[in-house]
């Protein structure tokens, strides 16, 4: 079982919808929670950290943490063509760095 | 402006020769990372360093070496042991986080390495 499991994708949604990104985690310990986008040929951009169970809104961006559950979402509003790109999750366990999935592609259609 | 750089943006290799990639921070983190990226697949930790002077080997490490001289520099030198170096290399750092954790990581822009 990996660490961090996303699923690839891609996941595709007409503009103006909501997109729903999904993260399970393995390690029950873990403490710090992290979303990132990265455009293709582009560099990872950090979008949206939580450490607590609940959600947290930023503009258009909700993320949302079940610790019990082991998943951490994030939700897109008002999905816009410059949100396709892959979105990765990372986990920090208290071990050593970021544990990261390998991420989901999202594609907006206009 | 506060930030990560990397350089160069692209660099070609010859089989059998070392080179090092630069990372520089002006964001007053105490830890610093390697991540390599080759298409279609996530990152991959090579090395990282919490402190200066100390650095710790990733999942990745052989084939690379790296020192922490300063707090602000963290060097990645690919060396020619490295059997498939050709990939996209992301420097990182971290802030500090909840009880000593780890906080929010940034990366550099990137450099994308090419073995010719």
């Known amino acids: 079982q990996k660490e961090v499991e996303q699923n690839s994708g891609p996941l595709s949604v007409p503009e103006g919808a909501i997109a729903s990104l999904n993260c399970t985690y393995s390690?029950?310990?873990?403490?710090?929670f992290f979303w990132y986008r990265q455009y293709s040929g582009k560099s990872p951009e950090l979008i949206m950290s939580?450490?607590?169970?609940g959600d947290k809104e930023d503009g258009r961006f909700t993320a949302q943490l079940n610790k019990a559950s082991q998943y951490v979402s994030l939700l897109i509003r008002d999905s816009q063509p410059s949100d396709s790109a892959t979105y990765l999750c990372?986990?920090?366990?208290?071990?050593?760095?970021?544990?990261f999935g390998s991420g989901t592609r999202l594609q907006v259609q206009p | 402006d506060g930030g990560i750089t990397q350089s160069p943006k692209y660099l070609f290799r010859k089989e059998g020769q070392n080179v090092t990639l630069s990372c520089e921070q002006n964001?007053?983190?105490?830890?610093m990372y390697w991540y390599r990226q080759d298409p279609g697949q996530g990152l991959r930790l090579i090395y990282y360093?919490?402190?200066?002077?100390?650095?710790q080997k990733g999942d990745i490490a052989e084939g690379y070496s790296v020192s922490r001289e300063k707090k602000e520099s963290f060097p990645l030198t690919v060396t020619s042991a490295q059997k498939n170096p050709t990939a996209f290399y992301l420097c990182?750092?971290?802030?500090?986080?909840?009880?000593?954790?780890?906080?929010?990581?940034?990366f550099g822009p990137g450099t994308r390495l090419t073995v010719l």
């Open positions: 964001l007053n983190h105490d830890a």
């Open positions: 990372a986990v920090y366990t208290g071990r050593r760095a970021l544990t």
């Open positions: 939580i450490y607590s169970n």
């Open positions: 390690d029950r310990g873990s403490q710090s």
């Open positions: 990182a750092s971290s802030t500090r986080g909840l009880a000593g954790g780890q906080g929010e990581q940034f």
């Open positions: 360093s919490q402190i200066v002077n100390d650095f």
